[in-house]
Nanobody
Framework: QLQLVESGGGLVQSGGSLRLSCRAS????????VGWFRQAPGKEREGISC????????NYAESVKGRFTISKDDTKDTVYLQMDSLKPEDTAVYYC?????????????????WGSGTQVTVSS
């Protein structure tokens, strides 16, 4: 069964940092483009960052640009989202998703595989 698993969420104070990890089960994640999405209570799920399978292309939503960094370690078959200068408005469930192309897109409809999410809570 093809699955994605996120980890690294938690509670952090405003201005703090967290690093999320995304790993795959049942397939090789390094062959897939990966996106990070988040969903706050009462809001739509939004794409915040993505990376192509080659790692050559990345993209960020304006709300996180300059604060979040996406990267991948093919030796560990893991994609990371480094989140710095966190704000209370970053509080959400964070999901990683994968698609079987060497592209980087922030449209949720393009992604076939999804993790179950990890909670990030930023206190003021």
């Amino acid at each position: 069964q093809l699955q994605l698993v996120e980890s690294g969420g938690g509670l952090v104070q405003s201005g703090g940092s967290l690093r999320l990890s995304c790993r795959a089960s049942g397939f090789t994640l390094r062959d897939y483009g990966v996106g990070w999405f988040r969903q706050a209570p009462g809001k739509e799920r939004e794409g915040i960052s993505c990376i192509s399978s080659s790692g050559s292309t990345t993209n960020y939503a304006e709300s996180v640009k300059g604060r979040f960094t996406i990267s991948k370690d093919d030796t560990k078959d893991t994609v990371y989202l480094q989140m710095d200068s966190l704000k209370p408005e970053d509080t959400a469930v964070y999901y990683c998703a994968a698609l079987r192309y060497n592209i980087c897109v922030l449209r949720r409809g393009e992604y076939r595989y999804w993790g179950s999410g990890t909670q990030v809570t930023v206190s003021s």
